[in-house]
């Protein structure tokens, strides 16, 4: 007997997987900041930047998801990621 696989991922789920792919641009983004310039490690972290963006971009319709923005006009929840507030609206 076979289970039916869902449709969409469960809002929670869909949560954690944000959050570990924020991590992980994180990781991409420190990496760049240490690497030289021209090096194979510089570029493919760039690579990596970039489909994580597109990721975020196919599970919430928001491709700038992650990237930093001025707090002046958006009020976040005290202790949740900023993200969490974008997929609310």
């Not at 696989?5 to 990781?27: A, E, G, S």
């Not at 963006?53 to 707090?71: F, H, K, M, P």
Request: aromatic share 12%.
């Amino acid at each position: 007997m076979s289970r039916k696989r869902p449709k969409t991922l469960h809002p929670f789920t869909r949560q954690q997987f944000l959050d570990k792919l924020y991590y992980c641009r994180k990781v991409a983004l420190d990496l760049r900041r240490e690497a030289h310039f021209s090096s194979p490690e510089y570029a493919a972290a760039g690579e990596m930047t970039d489909a994580i963006d597109r990721i975020a971009e196919a599970l919430t319709g928001d491709r700038e998801l992650y990237w930093q923005t001025s707090n002046a006009h958006r009020v976040f929840t005290p202790g949740a990621p900023p993200w969490t507030d974008a997929m609310k609206e």
